[in-house]
Each structure stands twice: as C-alpha cells, then as structure tokens.
C-alpha cells in the first residue's frame, strides 16, 4: 500500500534551517510528483511547494520562494523539504504528500512538527 | 485571508444532510481547475476524500458527494454519522497563487 513516512519532529532556533523527509513506498517513486503542505496551529493547510513527477521540476510558492528548498532522491525513494532562516511563525506541522491528476493530493505523510524558540 | 473560502462551522444532527460551500473566482474554480476535498480528524494528517469536484477515492463511503456550480463548489454528506465530525478543507489551484485550500469547515456533529 502508498506509504509516505515522515521524519521525526524538530526544535530549532530562530535563524536555523530545517530539513525533513519523505520516505515514499508501495508505488512507483517517480511516477508521482511529492507536494509539501504546512499548517500552522489552528490554521488552515498551506502550500510550499513541489517537486514534479518524472524529471522532477520545482515550482515553489512565491511566499517561500528563496526560503524553502525541495529535493529528492529517486535512489532511495526519499523527498526532502529544507526550510531556511526560520523564525517563530513557522512554528506548525509540515505534511508532504502524494500529487496526482489534477494537483490533488491522494496520500499524505504523517506530518512533521517544528518548533521554532530560542 | 485564504483564497478559496469556506463557511468556519456548520452543524448538523447524525442522520441528516449538511452542505459545506467553497467560494473561489474565475482564476481557480471557475477555471477548467479541479477541486477537491480534505478530511481532518482532529490530531491526524488530512485525507482525500473528493477528487475531480465529485470523485471519491476507494474506501470513501457514498454518504460523501461533490458538485460544482461556477466559481463555487460544495461538499455535502448525507446521512450525517457521528465519526464524520471533522475539518473539511477544498483545495483547487490559482493562476496567480499555486495550489490553494480554502480556510477549512469544522463540522459538529450535534
């Protein structure tokens, strides 16, 4: 069955980066773009950008644009989301998920917690 | 300020029909853009649950249904079960924003 594992939680400090995974099974990796979401506490989701099926291109929102880097490994099925000069409101919980026709999202991850506080 | 917008609440007793609405303009909903719908449980990661305005992937029970009028869309759930008390996002894509959601719908189920 689709599967995307998140990784762990993370503190960090105001001006940090963070970087979190996506580990994608049970379909073919590249067939499948990845879409990384956030949702701030209470709030509602967020898009921050994707990296595309096949050749993987990138499109990322203009709110993170220069802030967030998204890649990924076809070698070990794995995206990545790297969000830089954090500050206190990007406190929330980072989703990635699976994108399909029609930028729909079919299966998402568990979701990823950062708490940005010095 | 999300642009797609939805009602914050609605309520319904279990057994009847609710309709949650989801307003967008003509740069994403009343474009050839699809839309689709989320499902929140409260402490768990979203789950779709309309695709295409009025699709329900394997598993959705058919108490679930999507349309679309213009530049609106709306999700209704009939008959209303006490498990169906959620958030309830639409999502669809902009011209000028990327992929959008809309501010999300608590449903209570009374």
């Known amino acids: 069955q689709v599967q995307l594992v998140q990784s762990g939680a993370e503190v960090k400090k105001p001006g940090a980066s963070v970087k979190i995974s996506c580990k994608a099974s049970?379909?073919?990796?590249?067939?499948?773009?990845i879409y990384w979401v956030r949702q701030a506490p209470g709030q509602s989701l967020e898009w921050m950008g994707w990296?595309?099926?096949?050749?993987?291109?990138?499109k990322y929102s203009q709110k993170f644009q220069g802030r967030v880097t998204i890649t990924r490994d076809t070698s070990a099925n794995i995206a990545y989301m790297e969000l830089s000069s954090l500050r206190s409101e990007d406190r929330a919980m980072y989703y990635c998920?699976?994108?399909?026709?029609?930028?729909?999202?079919?299966?998402w991850g568990q979701g990823t917690l950062v708490t940005v506080s010095s | 300020q999300s642009v797609l917008t939805q009602p914050p609440s609605v309520s319904g007793a279990p057994g009847q029909r609710v309709t949650i609405s989801c307003t967008g303009n003509?740069?994403?909903?009343?474009?050839?853009?699809?839309i689709h719908w989320h499902q929140q449980l409260p402490g768990t990661a979203p789950k779709l649950l309309i695709y295409?305005?009025?699709n329900r992937p394997s598993g959705v029970p058919d108490r679930f249904s999507g349309s679309k009028s213009g530049t609106s869309a709306s999700l209704a759930i009939s008959p209303l079960q006490a498990e169906d008390e959620a958030v309830y996002y639409c999502?669809?894509?902009?011209?000028?924003?990327?992929?959008?959601f809309g501010g999300g719908t608590k449903l209570t189920v009374l």
């Open positions: 999502q669809s894509y902009d011209d000028s924003a990327g992929v959008v």
């Open positions: 049970g379909y073919t990796f590249t067939r499948y773009g």
């Open positions: 003509s740069s994403n909903i009343g474009t050839t853009y699809e």
């Open positions: 295409g305005y009025k």
């Open positions: 990296i595309s099926a096949g050749p993987g291109n990138i």
């Open positions: 998920g699976r994108g399909v026709q029609g930028y729909a999202i079919d299966y």
